[in-house]
């Protein structure tokens, strides 16, 4: 599966959008981009997933490039409860549903 | 409901015993995973079982034992804990192990040994 890289943390005011960028710059034509979040002390949570197009659901929307090698993940009016641990995955269609987690992104939003 | 529920929530031992964590899942999945997350916070997979049978074991000591009773259980057992067994387990599932689904995963279990 592609590495993808995030940065290691970000702030975003209350009520504001959350816009969370991942780059997958050695991603497949056929490997998925997944989002997952983990608030503290919590399994982590599934978000959204793609493959090419724009992707929209009640928690966010996932915008992917073009060219697909990056992402962002856009919380429209983030509330102090969206304050967690973000990771975005690439895999593989038909590989498992085994994921494997990087770092991810400590989103904090602020009142 | 829960979906995926984990016990014990907290499990705190001692050096050489052997410790069982179960999981279960009500949400009708065909595959469930174990997933260890160590100091550092990265999630790393342990197992995964599809339909009762072992799929992946990711190099994992053979002190820890996955069983699975039937689909909507999975239950790690690990023989003579070490330090380094100090994390939290997380138990995962999905409908499917080929296709795209999402993971479903339960609040984990933190495990401590001193």
């Known amino acids: 599966d592609a590495k993808t890289t995030q940065p290691p943390s970000m702030d975003c005011a209350e009520g504001r959008a959350a816009n969370l960028p991942c780059n997958h710059s050695?991603?497949?034509?056929?490997?998925?981009v997944y989002w997952y979040r983990q608030i503290h002390s919590q399994g982590p949570q599934y978000i959204i997933h793609?493959?090419?197009n724009n992707e929209t659901n009640e928690m966010a929307s996932l915008i992917i490039t073009e060219d697909r090698k990056s992402s962002t993940l856009i919380l429209p009016h983030a509330t102090l409860r969206d304050t967690a641990v973000y990771y975005c995955i690439v895999r593989r269609a038909n590989a498992g549903n085994m994921l494997t987690f990087g770092g991810g992104t400590r989103l904090m939003v602020k009142p | 409901d829960t979906a995926v529920s984990q016990t014990p929530k907290y499990l705190v031992t001692q050096m050489g015993n052997d410790k069982s964590i179960k999981c279960e899942q009500n949400?009708?999945?065909?595959?469930m995973y174990w997933y260890k997350q160590d100091s550092k916070k990265f999630l790393k997979i342990m197992f995964s079982?599809?339909?009762?049978?072992?799929?992946i074991n990711e190099t994992v000591p053979n002190r820890f034992s996955p069983k699975s009773p039937d689909k909507a259980h999975l239950n790690l057992h690990i023989n003579s804990l070490e330090l380094g067994d100090s994390a939290v387990y997380f138990c995962?599932?999905?409908?499917?192990?080929?296709?795209?689904?999402?993971?479903?995963f339960g609040n984990g279990t933190r495990l401590t040994v001193t």
């Open positions: 793609g493959l090419k």
């Open positions: 079982y599809n339909n009762k049978e072992l799929i």
């Open positions: 050695t991603i497949s034509g056929n490997e998925y």
């Open positions: 995962a599932s999905s409908q499917d192990y080929g296709g795209n689904s999402p993971l479903h």
């Open positions: 949400l009708g999945h065909d595959t």
